[in-house]
């Protein structure tokens, strides 16, 4: 019998997981589910006897595929997919895959749920600003950024992308306007979201030299991954720029420094939460078991990241 894990740290709504056992039923497949687990060695031990395994941020690492002795296909149920060594899985013939765009409308709301709780001075009752005619700037517009920038416009703020690998026109249909350059992005908004993944290039790419060219009241939104800013150049542009505000899914490592020295220029959330909605359980979730069964049943591998 084909064995479905879904290994999580961070548990899937009980309504998704329930959505995923009725598929793995109907498929015929064993589910067995290991959520909230303590240590990195529970995960390597349930993977044993998996032919198939369904993650989030949880680390596929090199140990656990090798552990994975029947496994064949990994699904990130989700985007990044930063935390699996894809080498080790192709040097083993095992499939990964994500599921995108089905958690991007939930991170897209906490982006601007961020921004409006920034700008409102945390709900403390002091005045605060409006986010209506501010300019936000989208580093990269893929499936969060085009959601992000669908619901600015509901606020009223003028939005800018750059993303090299989409087209001006696919951009500017949205209401968006392409610039050329991630320098022109930076210039010219008030306001700049992340919707980079983690990869070799982008890690600790978000630099002194592209934030300070911020204009006034410049605000960094991260909802992508903390590792693509670089912590050194964020705290000395929180110590030159007084007008400068950080608000990120998740925390970064130096977090405490800035909350000791920068009080009331950012917000982290204290656990990663983007995706962690019902919905984006359900969608991101659904997916990974029918696109599992795709490729038993039918070879499919329309999303595999790993060709
Ligand atoms: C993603 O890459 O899809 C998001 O970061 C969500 O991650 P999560 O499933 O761990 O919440």
Redesign the pocket.
Known sequence: MTKVLIATV?PFAPKAVEGIRKIADEAGYELALLEKYADQSDFVAAVADADALII??DKATREVIEAGKNLKIIV?????YDNIDLEAATEKGVVVM?TPGQ?ANA?AELTLGMMVYLARNSFNGSAGIELMGKKLGLHAYGNVGRNVARIAHGFGMETYAFDPYISKEAIEKDGTHAVDSVEALYETCNYVSLHIPATDETRNSINEGLLSRMPEHAVLVNTA?KEVVNEADLLKMFANRSDFYYIADVAPDCKDEIAEKFPGRFFFTPK?????TAEANIN?GLAAINQIRGFFENGETRFQVNK
């Open positions: 961070k989030r941020s990130r149920a989700g985007a990044g994500n958690n991170v991954r990663k939460m983007g995706a962690q991101a």
